[in-house]
């Protein structure tokens, strides 16, 4: 739903405040890229403490997160709502991308290496990808969705927030993504086949999202200025803004997570866990800080579609995107092993989806719901045992089958919502998510 217009007269727009802040924000994003530059070329050498690494790649990517609202807020009205925020959602996971795929390629080549010269004890790269890929899919719901909804209370007041019929699309591609993905620990592993399949699902995810019609929300501070910019020149301020963001958070990822994780590491703490979760909190950072600000905007539905075109995205593009990786590097049709630990990731993550999907039927998030969500996630987080794994895995299970009967007669108005979604006739993505 769009914002409520009021018969106040408008106050005037100080556009030279507004573009100050584009400045002063890409000014702050700018130490990222150039720093890595800069260090990638061997022009100067860092030698930075990981704590103050992290804070100075930590603000860049705060910075381009920032930036990234305002430029999604004006693409919303330029085209398809659900597709700007779906790019926007690639955008801010790329450095998920970087972590997970490196991993993915450094473990095909490392195929038909002598087993011996690895040390035992130490993880080794597939097992990393999937640690990481599966930790940060947790992370999304467990964490990231209980935040918007936590936020939208502090401002609002209410127990209620709607996601907006336009999500339909994404949850019923989530569940399907969900329920293929239980048979990559069945047969323990990740295979070219299960690329085709994830991969074509993402796409049709993408050209059924395109028709969603563009945002009606009310545009404030910079994202007004841009606005009013001539069509051809907003289009070139838009698009010039998500590469620059793009740029800087991909150039800032890696070490502010590396140095998250030396310092995790100089406290003694297990690597596996720190590249599951740690890691992953670093590369999820942009997306999390975009779907808070948005929902400190009061434009917590959009908060919502985002961390869902997310979901959708990673749960399918990037899963699917890690036995090509594999393969290319390593040579092979062979298919990326999944199994023991990896395996018991794999269902845990897949089932908490399916839970996920569940208590959005009737496309509302309540209290009950983000609260439940994020004790089961801190309850498992809190006990990293593989038989506390499997059990959460089937209590996920039943208490989404549990879920889905309770809440039978949404399911098929959510299908309803999903056609006329895809036919362009669902209404427009709104404001703070309610009705």
């Known amino acids: 739903m769009s914002e409520a217009k009021t018969d106040h007269p408008a106050a005037p727009v100080n556009h030279a405040r507004n573009w100050l802040q584009v400045a002063s924000a890409g000014a702050v994003a700018a130490p990222a890229p150039v720093l890595r530059m800069l260090d990638i070329t061997g022009l100067a050498e860092l030698h930075l403490d990981p704590a103050i690494e992290s804070l100075i790649f930590g603000i860049s990517i705060m910075a381009a997160a920032t930036l990234l609202v305002w430029a999604s807020e004006v693409a919303e009205q330029l085209v398809s709502a659900t597709l700007a ?91 399907v993504a969900a329920l293929y993905s239980f048979s990559i620990p069945l047969k323990e592993s990740l295979s070219l086949i299960d690329s085709g399949v994830l991969i074509s699902l993402f796409g049709l995810y993408l050209i059924m999202s395109s028709r969603s019609p563009p945002s009606e929300h009310e545009l404030m501070g910079p994202a007004l200025s841009i606005a009013a910019l001539k069509p051809r020149v907003k289009w070139a301020a838009v698009i010039g803004i998500f590469v620059f963001a793009a740029g800087v958070v991909f150039a800032a990822a890696e070490p502010f997570a590396n140095g998250l994780v030396e310092t995790g590491e100089s406290f003694g703490i297990d690597e596996f866990l720190l590249v599951q979760w740690v890691a992953p909190l670093a590369s999820e950072s942009p997306e999390f800080i975009l779907a808070a600000l948005l929902a400190l905007r009061g434009r917590a539905g959009a908060a919502m579609t985002l961390l869902i075109a997310s979901k959708v995205n990673q749960w399918t593009l990037l899963v699917g995107s890690l036995p090509i990786a594999f393969s290319i590097s390593g040579g092979t049709l062979d298919a990326l092993p999944v199994e023991g630990r990896q395996a018991h990731e794999v269902f845990l993550t897949a089932a908490q989806s399916l839970f996920a999907v569940a208590v959005l039927w009737n ?56 056609r006329a979604a895809a036919s362009g006739k669902a209404g427009a993505i709104g404001g703070q998510g309610e009705d």
């Open 85 to 175: 925020l779906a790019v926007l959602a690639i955008i801010a996971v790329l450095p998920e991308y970087a972590v997970d795929l490196y991993f993915a390629w450094q473990a095909g080549a490392e195929l038909g290496l002598d087993p011996s010269m690895f040390d035992p004890t130490e993880a080794r790269p597939g097992e990393l990808a999937l640690a990481n890929m599966t930790g940060a899919n947790r992370l999304l719901i467990g964490f990231a969705w209980p935040l918007v909804f936590f936020l939208f209370w502090f401002k609002t007041r209410k127990t209620q927030l709607s996601v907006g019929k336009t999500n339909a699309v994404g949850l019923i591609f989530l569940a």
């Open 363 to 418: 496309l509302r998030f309540g209290l009950r719901e983000a609260l439940l969500i994020f004790v089961l996630f801190s309850i498992q987080l809190a006990i990293p045992i593989d038989e506390v794994r499997v059990g959460f895995g089937f209590m996920y299970i039943v208490l989404a089958i549990g879920w889905t009967i309770r809440e039978r007669r949404d399911i098929l108005p959510l299908f309803r919502h999903a």
